[in-house]
């Protein structure tokens, strides 16, 4: 259903803005690369990913990428999406990862891409990286420690010293860890350059900690009450103090950090550059040394100390980590903690940072300031998608384009065989992209370096022989770039300009496809992709839970459109507010079928009633037209004005309801409509008032028809063929589809008359409670026998000036008498009486009757109609 929503969202915009005369193409596209074909794949094949073939797993995939594509274009379809379906984009597409590698290279021309060896989120069952949208927080619960790091070495300022003297070396750092495995890693201590630390001694034990004020109060609640006779200093005087680390005896610099937290730990944070994004801009800044002793499927590398956590799994190697540091006796305490941790989204498993070689696209303080300030060229609907995405901006760290897996678009790079430098040759790269666009991307993996054109000597060493990368492109890189590999390159987009370019996509795509968009347009042309950025919500059961299987609250938006057709789905997105999470349930359909239902009823009954209306001979013109047939084009006009604007501004559930509650519902089912019967049905054929009510319906049909029709395709082409079929399409209408012809306009009526349907509106809904209270009082039976005595005011025009017998037509009533007065209500009702004469038995009316039975309009339409056959 979040599929069904976002696609017909879009196709309301593309279908509104086409019937407005815009050139409007939509091309439907599929990011087709990326880990959940890749594991659906190996999972269906029983395939190893380090025995398989990666050209073999790569065509696989491709079938398995283009018949799910094919499903999906087919149901897409079934909901009235119009596009270039034969057509679209996808990003296997050899044109595409041509644009995608031609961006990569401009990037790294540009110096925003870089290679480095820094710590990324890691997911070791998927053995690869992962970018911080393919991470989702989940409760997990860790084991959490205080751990003791002796003091080797104090600073030389006079704080620092102070307390030397005072305590010499038996003072312990205290750092508190939900991630053991990282101790190995750890190179440093950080402290807060602002915070207070104090030395916490404990009565029973006399052992000494150095601590901040966090961890004085929790040290306290802890073991008791404890006691200090060191004075109090800030963080600044603790830069430069040496502790050991209790695993493996190396140094651990302390330093200086303003991440370290003054509620939260002990005041003091462990630092493993190879382990954290924060920790790794703490140790560059202190040139510390980048550990990170793990391989890609999570587990100790040979070079870890201590030796023995070697082959072990990061998880598995907690346990050994906690009782060697029990054994040594620099274990203070352990328990178990709940919190929130980062899972790979796609297997579900907890992740870690790691540090290793990969590729990335810088987020430097001045291209940060740049990706800021472009937010302010971008239209967001709703507004607070902008602060969404700046939030994001403000902390985004630089992006991780590699990924060690086999399916998408190869890191187009060549490395030295002998120093791993990157070769960097523009002849090279220009033949890299035309083989991509000539023969797709396997082209990487099928010829050697030199296919390529690599003939030049590493320009670091000057090696001649160079391998090629193995790694692939984040997927979220194919889909951010595809301003450029589809707008760009499009016959049919050519030379659009990014005042023209919307994205549509749930708000989960803020940290996605916005973002990644955004990046690379941001560094290689100053300005974001798009103009426009319009956000809806998720789809929720009618409690406001999230749909899942678990909970057996899924509803398929295939089941509904076999159960009630596909425009009970589109209107179901039309009357949602989408800038929230949307709700979805049996109850909320039937309120939908119901509004769909009523659309549809006013629509049989115009359609009906223009059965034999010629538009060139029997439409009637505006100026000729009765009183209240221009109050419905009146009321017509001020739909057109009212949805132009909602459509406008995307308020589809603001047009929604001014099309159907308002309108369709309001004023033509429950009055216009209602009271027309009479005239449509029992006056003659070519009575002057029921070809003006005729020429209003027919103004009426073909008006919302067309205004109906980004949201209810299937129903306004039915209602436009039908047009088409009973041939009472204007001259002007191309009948061969709705879709081809141009979004309503206001209808010009004549100057200086009143046309306000609400007048009428109040003045029958006034009669009606008369009427009601004169039934229930045994006065009358129905409106058909009742007479009216009304009092209106002078100034109350039309009204106060038309025949009674039309003033009783227009609020459905017998007969009617009127006073006129120059003070009071425009319009009130003075008493209810039984109406003159008998019910004549053609209109059921209550009228005069003639000598051949019937009243004298039923008479004279008798006499007029065409003899049965």
Known sequence: MGHALNKVLKDIIVKYKSLRGFRSPYLPGWDCHGLPIEHQLMKEKGWDKHKVGRVTFRQEAARYAEHWIEIQRREFKRLGILGEWEHPYKTLQPDYEAGIV???????????VVQDRKPVYWCPHCETALAEAEVEYETKTSRSIFVKFPIVEWPSNADAQKLARLHGKKVNVLIW??????????????????????????????ERFLVGDPGWAMLEELFGGGKTDAPTVDGLSLEGLVAKNPLNNNDSQGLLAEFVSSSEGTGVVHIAPGHGEDDYRAGKSYGLTVLSPVDDRGRFSDDVMPNELAGKSVWDANALIVERLAKSHLLLKETNVSHSYPHCWRCKNP????????????????????????????????????????GMLKTRPDWCLSRQRFWGTPIPMFLCESCHEPLKDKTVFANVVDAFRAHGSNVWYEKDPAFFGVTSPCAKCGHTKFKKDEDILDVWFDSGVSWVSVLQQRPETKGVGRADVMYLEGSDQHRGW???????????????????????????????????????????PQELIE??????????????????????????????????????????????????????????????MDVLDLAALSALNKLVEQITHHFDAQEFHLVTAALADHFCINTLSEYYLDVRKDILYCDGPNAPRRRSTQTALWHIGRTLARALAPLLSFTSEET????????????????????????PTEISLPAGKYFVMADFLRAKRAVNEAVEKARQAGTVKAPNDASIRLKIHEGNAPMSGLPLEELASLLGVAHVEVELTGTGDPLSVMSVSVAPGAKCPRCWIWREITEGGLCARCRDAETAAPPKK
């Open 720 to 743: 436009w063929q039908t047009l088409a079929e009973q041939k009472v399409l204007a001259k002007e209408d191309n009948p061969e589809s709705v879709f081809l012809n141009p979004f």
């Open 177 to 206: 860890t939900t991630t053991p495995w990282t101790l190995p890693a750890n190179v440093g201590l950080a402290f807060h350059p602002e915070g207070r630390y104090r030395i916490w001694e404990s009565a029973k034990t006399h």
């Open 102 to 112: 031609k961006t990569f290279y401009d990037l790294l021309a540009k110096g925003d």
């Open 563 to 624: 159960k009630y057709g596909a425009d009970i789905v589109r209107l179901w997105v039309s009357v949602t507010d989408y800038r929230e999470d949307v709700r979805l349930s049996q109850d909320i359909l039937n309120r939908v079928i119901d509004t769909y239902r009523k659309i549809r009823n006013t629509l049989r009954f115009i359609l009906g009633n223009l059965g034999d209306f010629v538009p060139a001979q029997n439409a009637v013109p505006i100026d000729k």
């Open 514 to 556: 916005f973002q990644t968009s955004l990046l690379p347009a941001v560094a290689l042309t100053g300005e974001p992709p798009y103009a426009q950025v319009l956000t809806h919500g998720f789809v929720l059961d009618g409690q406001g839970h999230a749909m899942s299987k678990s909970l057996g609250n899924v509803i398929a």
């Open 351 to 390: 992740i870690i940072f790691r540090a290793a070689k990969q590729w990335f696209l810088k987020v430097s303080d001045a291209f940060r300031t740049a990706l800021i300030q472009s937010t302010n060229r971008v239209e967001w609907i709703p507004e607070y998608g902008q602060e969404r995405i700046l």
